[in-house]
C-alpha cells in the first residue's frame, strides 16, 4: 500500500513541475512609441494588454464608428485597459469599443492577424483609419453565420497590412448577451499560419482519440454487457461535445448554419457530461455498496441540476455560461475517488489519478480566468489535455476492471464447483443415510403395530402407542429428506399439463383423500395449451401447498381450502386461502425454514413448505404469504 501511494504522489509531482514549466512561457517583449505599440517586423505574437489596448463602454450600445472616430477624446474618452491581460464585458445592453495603435518600424510592408480567443462573442466589428481615412473591415461573431468569414478559422480573426513607416488605428465594436471575457493577440500571417496548423493537428489528435475510445468502449460494453461501460461512452461523447462548444470546431464544421447550437450545444453538454460521470462513478466505485449515502448524493446533485436546467431554459437563459455548480461532480468524484483509495478497492486508484489531472486541470483554467497567469496555447488547452489524460486514465481504469472481474470470475468459477461437488457428495450422503434408516424406522413401526395387537396391559400400550408414533414421525422426516434430494437433482422436462387432472391425482393421494371434501378447487384457464411445465414439480409444489394447510395450521371449525390457478399468457397464478387461524408475520419468513415449526403439536412437520419454495425456486416463481383478519393465504405466480 506504501508503494502504491509512493508512485501515485510521485506522478502527481512531475505532473505539477511540466504544468509550472509550462506556464513559465510567455510572450515576447514589445516596444511601445508615444500613443501606440510599435511592430519592429521581428515579433510573431503580441498578446494585447495594458496600455496596449484602450476602452470605452457605450451604455446606449448604439453609437456608429463615424461618431466615435470623431468625437474620440472629446465627449469620448478610450481609456488604457488596466487588466494584465485581456477585459470583461459586463453588461448586455451595452456596445464596447476597444482601440489599438499601431506602427511599422521594419522596412517592408507586414501582413498581420488580429485574433480573439473568444469565439462566442455574438458581434465584433472590425474598422481601421490609414492616412486619416477610416475603412470599414470585417463582421465577425455567432451572430453571422460561419460561411460568411474571410478567415475561416474556429477563432474571431481579422488580418491587415501596414505598410513600413505606417501608422495604423485599430477600432473594434463588441457586443455580446452575456457576461464573457475579451483577449486579443496581434500575429504576423506566416505564424499564425503555421500556429493554427498546428493547432488543428493537436486538436484533431485529441478528438480522433476520443472518437477511438467511444468506439472500443461501445464494443466492449456490448460485448461484456457492463453498464459502467456505456456511462463511459456517454461521458466521453459529452466531453467532445462540450469542447466541440468551447473551442468552436463545432460552429466551423458540425452546425455552421445553426447559429443558436453555439448557446445549447454547450448547455445540454455540460449537463449529461456531468450526469454520466456521476452514473460511471456510481456503477464503477460500487458506491450503491460501499458507500450508500453517497450514492443517493449523486441522485440527489442529478435531480438538482435537472431542475435547474430546466428553470434555465423556461426563465433565466442568461445564465446558461455562469453555472459554476457543474464543477461540483468532478469534486463529489474526487471525493469519493479518495474515499475507495482510502478503503483499499484496487481500481479506485486510477479514478483517483485521473480526477487529481482533472482538478489540476480546473485549478490552472480558473488562474487564467482571473488573469493570475498569462493566457497562452498551453494554459488555454491546460483542460483538454487534463481531461485527455483522464479519459486514458479511466479507459486503463475499465480494462483493469475487466482483468480484475475475469480474474475473481475464474476464482469464482472454481469455488462453485468445489461447491457443487461437496454437495453432491453431501445429497448422495444424506439419501444414502435417509434410505439406510428407512429400513430400520418401518422394522419399529411393524414391531410397535404387531405389539399392539397382542398386548394387554394398557400402560404398556401407551409406551408403545409412543414408540409407534415417533417412529412414525421419523418415517415422515425421511421420506422428505429423500423427496428433496430428489427435487433438487431432478432436471425439468416440459410437458403440456391438464390441470383438472392434475388436482384430481392430487386429491386422490392418500394423505389427502380423506379431506377431499374440504378443498375446494376452481380452475380458470384463459389460454389452453399454454401452460407447459415439468409434471413431477408442479405436482409436488401442490401437494406440500395443500397438506401443510390441512395437518399444520389450527382450525376452530371444519377445514375449508379453497385453491383457485388462472392460467393467462404470461402466468399460473396459484391462489390459496384456508379458514384456518393466522400466522403471525413475524413467522412469514422463516416459515420456508426446513426445521421451522408453528407449535409443538405431533401433526405440525416443517418439511412441507421448504419443499414447496424448493420447488416454486425450480420453476422460477414467485410466492407470496399474506394475512387476512382471521387466515393466511398463499399466492404463487409462475412465469409462462
Not at 479518495?338 to 485549478?363: A, C, D, E, H, R
Amino acid at each position: 500500500m506504501i508503494k502504491i501511494k509512493n508512485n501515485y504522489f510521485l506522478v502527481l509531482n512531475q505532473i505539477s513541475i511540466l504544468l509550472l514549466l509550462c506556464l513559465s512561457i510567455f510572450s515576447p517583449t514589445t516596444t511601445t512609441f508615444a500613443d501606440g505599440l510599435v511592430l519592429n517586423g521581428n515579433e510573431q505574437q503580441v498578446f494585447l494588454k495594458g496600455n496596449y489596448i484602450e476602452l470605452y463602454e457605450d451604455s446606449t450600445g448604439k453609437l456608429p464608428i463615424h461618431y466615435i472616430v470623431s468625437n474620440d477624446g472629446q465627449t469620448i474618452v478610450f481609456i488604457p485597459s488596466n487588466k494584465r491581460f485581456g477585459f470583461i464585458i459586463k453588461k448586455s445592453t451595452s456596445a464596447y469599443w476597444f482601440k489599438v495603435k499601431l506602427k511599422n518600424n521594419s522596412t517592408q510592408s507586414e501582413h498581420y492577424s488580429l485574433e480573439s480567443f473568444n469565439y462566442r462573442i455574438d458581434s465584433l466589428h472590425f474598422y481601421e483609419i490609414k492616412k486619416g481615412q477610416l475603412f470599414s473591415a470585417d463582421s465577425l461573431g455567432v451572430a453571422y453565420k460561419f460561411v460568411k468569414r474571410k478567415i475561416k478559422h474556429k477563432n474571431l480573426v481579422h488580418d491587415f497590412w501596414i505598410a513600413p513607416g505606417e501608422e495604423l488605428i485599430l477600432y473594434a465594436k463588441i457586443k455580446n448577451r452575456y457576461e464573457t471575457p475579451v483577449e486579443f493577440v496581434i500575429r504576423k500571417i506566416d505564424f499564425f499560419t503555421s500556429y493554427a496548423v498546428s493547432e488543428y493537428f493537436y486538436l484533431g489528435l485529441f478528438y480522433g482519440s476520443i472518437l477511438i475510445i467511444i468506439l472500443l468502449n461501445i464494443l466492449a460494453g456490448a460485448f461484456l454487457k457492463s453498464r459502467s461501460h456505456f456511462f463511459y461512452v456517454f461521458y466521453i461523447f459529452f466531453v467532445g461535445t462540450f469542447f466541440l462548444s468551447q473551442d468552436g470546431l463545432g460552429f466551423q464544421y458540425i452546425w455552421p448554419m445553426a447559429n443558436y447550437m453555439n448557446d445549447y450545444a454547450y448547455m445540454f453538454s455540460i449537463y449529461f457530461m456531468t450526469v454520466f460521470l456521476l452514473l460511471y462513478t456510481n456503477a464503477f466505485l460500487n458506491l450503491k455498496i460501499y458507500y450508500p449515502k453517497y450514492s443517493k448524493i449523486f441522485y440527489y446533485f442529478i435531480a438538482f441540476r435537472s431542475i435547474v436546467l430546466i428553470i434555465n431554459l423556461c426563465f433565466f437563459p442568461k445564465i446558461r455560461h455562469i453555472l459554476y455548480v457543474d464543477l461540483v461532480p468532478f469534486f463529489l468524484t474526487y471525493y469519493c475517488s479518495y474515499l475507495s483509495f482510502k478503503s483499499n478497492y484496487p481500481l479506485s486508484k486510477y479514478f483517483l489519478i485521473g480526477s487529481t489531472i482533472l482538478v489540476v486541470g480546473f485549478v490552472v483554467n480558473f488562474l487564467m480566468l482571473f488573469s493570475l497567469i498569462i493566457k497562452n496555447i498551453y494554459t488555454f488547452y491546460c483542460v483538454n489535455i487534463c481531461f485527455l489524460l483522464e479519459m486514458i486514465v479511466f479507459y486503463f481504469a475499465l480494462a483493469e476492471r475487466i482483468r480484475f472481474y475475469k480474474q475473481h470470475k475464474a476464482i469464482s468459477i472454481e469455488l462453485k464447483k468445489e461447491i457443487a461437488d461437496k454437495e453432491q457428495l453431501i445429497e448422495q450422503f444424506t439419501y444414502k443415510t435417509s434410505h439406510d434408516l428407512s429400513g430400520p424406522v418401518k422394522t419399529i413401526i411393524g414391531v410397535a403395530n404387531l405389539s399392539l395387537a397382542t398386548i394387554n396391559s394398557d400402560e404398556q400400550r401407551a409406551y408403545m402407542q409412543m414408540i409407534q408414533t415417533t417412529a412414525l414421525r421419523l418415517d415422515e422426516v425421511l421420506k422428505s429428506v429423500a423427496e428433496i434430494n430428489i427435487i433438487r437433482a431432478h432436471d425439468l422436462e416440459k410437458t403440456l399439463i391438464d390441470v383438472p387432472i392434475l388436482m384430481e391425482n392430487i386429491l386422490s393421494n392418500e394423505k389427502l383423500n380423506k379431506y377431499s371434501d374440504t378443498i375446494k378447487v376452481t380452475i380458470i384457464n384463459n389460454h389452453p395449451g399454454t401452460l407447459r411445465e415439468d409434471s413431477y414439480i408442479l405436482y409436488t409444489l401442490l401437494f406440500n401447498l395443500l397438506i401443510f394447510q390441512i395437518t399444520c395450521l389450527k382450525y376452530k371449525d371444519e377445514r375449508v381450502i379453497n385453491v383457485s390457478i388462472t392460467i393467462t399468457k404470461d402466468a399460473c397464478t396459484i391462489s390459496s386461502s384456508n379458514n384456518g387461524e393466522a400466522i403471525p408475520e413475524e413467522h412469514h419468513k422463516n416459515i420456508f425454514k426446513i426445521f421451522f415449526r408453528l407449535s409443538n403439536d405431533n401433526n405440525d412437520l416443517g418439511t412441507y413448505m421448504y419443499i414447496m419454495k424448493l420447488c416454486a425456486d425450480k420453476l422460477n416463481a414467485k410466492t407470496i404469504i399474506g394475512n387476512t383478519e382471521s387466515s393466511t393465504s398463499f399466492r404463487i405466480i409462475i412465469p409462462l
